[in-house]
């Protein structure tokens, strides 16, 4: 059965734009079909400080993949592309893939939270996702996109990107 996922992707090392372009083909071979990519913004790290502003996107995609399954599909992926785990949390990256929402699901496992637990934190989450779900319901905080935009106290740039 088709499942609505939502992701968010996010580059800043290398060629982001190719990184983003890359990342979202390889999420419609191997994923799903790509319904809806946001427009692509540029934002200021979050949590780390670098001299390289990200470039942040989400994407709506039609899946058949189980949760578990998807975030070994999105790691695969994010390997591929050449990104590598190191110990620090936050960190420059060639690609990061997060699962933002999976339908209504709820899961609070040590490798694997969803809804994502610092989306409502984060604006460059938030205005991407805005922009192609503003009346999603968050199904732990029971508030829509739109409104988790507008309380959101993180004030870091996000803008569009040419």
Not at 72 to 86: F, L, N, P
């Amino acid at each position: 059965m088709m499942k609505i996922i939502f992701l968010g992707i996010g580059t800043n090392l290398g060629n982001r734009e190719k990184n983003l372009e890359q990342a979202v083909a390889r999420i419609g071979q191997s994923i799903g079909r790509v319904l809806i990519s946001s427009s692509i913004f540029q934002t200021e790290p979050w949590g780390f400080q670098s001299e390289k502003d990200f470039l942040n996107m989400a994407v709506k995609i039609e899946t058949e993949l189980a949760p578990h399954v998807l975030l070994e599909k999105i790691q695969a992926i994010e390997s591929v592309m050449g990104r590598v785990r190191g110990p620090e949390h936050f960190s420059s990256r060639l690609i990061d893939i997060d699962i933002l929402l999976y339908d209504d699901i709820i899961i609070d496992e040590e490798n694997l939270k969803i809804p994502h637990a610092l989306l409502q934190e984060r604006r460059f989450v938030l205005v991407p996702l805005c922009e192609i779900a503003h009346t999603l319901i968050h199904p732990v905080l029971k508030k829509t996109i739109e409104e988790l935009l507008e309380e959101c106290e993180d004030k870091g740039m996000v803008i569009k990107f040419r």
